[in-house]
């Protein structure tokens, strides 16, 4: 199947090449035939740059995207990285917090049962 395919890619790539020779005598006159003989000559050669100035088009718009793309990544896993050193940091702080209340009710205890002892 791949064989198919590229036998295709490469009968349009004759046809096309083939076809701008053609075109290129006409316009040079080495065709040997008038130009009158092909008045849409003149559309198709139009229709043939307006499509290659979109193909150039295309592959510039699709340079700029993917920097867009890169550059959006980029920032994305600059936020990431920078949330989860914070939310270590917050669970660091959080340890800390709960190591203190359970100091602290330890001594509250402590004192409660000293004052009950008397």
């Given at each position: 199947?791949?064989?198919?395919?590229?036998?295709?890619?490469?009968?349009?790539?004759?046809?096309?090449?083939?076809?701008?020779?053609?075109?290129?005598?006409?316009?040079?006159?080495?065709?040997?035939?008038?130009?009158?003989?092909?008045?849409?000559?003149?559309?198709?050669?139009?229709?043939?740059?307006?499509?290659e100035d979109k193909v150039d088009q295309l592959r510039l718009s699709r340079r700029v995207l993917?920097?867009?793309?890169?550059?959006?990544?980029?920032?994305?896993?600059?936020?990431?990285?920078?949330?989860?050193?914070?939310?270590?940091?917050?669970?660091?702080?959080?340890?800390?917090?709960?190591?203190?209340?359970?100091?602290?009710?330890r001594q509250i205890v402590e004192l409660e049962s000293k004052i009950k002892g008397r």
């Open positions: 199947m791949a064989n198919f395919y590229a036998l295709v890619n490469k009968c349009d790539y004759v046809y096309l090449n083939t076809t701008r020779h053609i075109i290129k005598n006409i316009k040079d006159g080495q065709g040997g035939v008038a130009m009158e003989e092909y008045p849409d000559l003149q559309y198709f050669q139009r229709r043939i740059q307006e499509l993917m920097n867009l793309v890169e550059k959006v990544e980029k920032e994305k896993a600059f936020f990431l990285t920078r949330l989860e050193k914070e939310n270590r940091r917050l669970h660091r702080n959080n340890y800390k917090y709960a190591c203190w209340l359970l100091k602290k009710n």
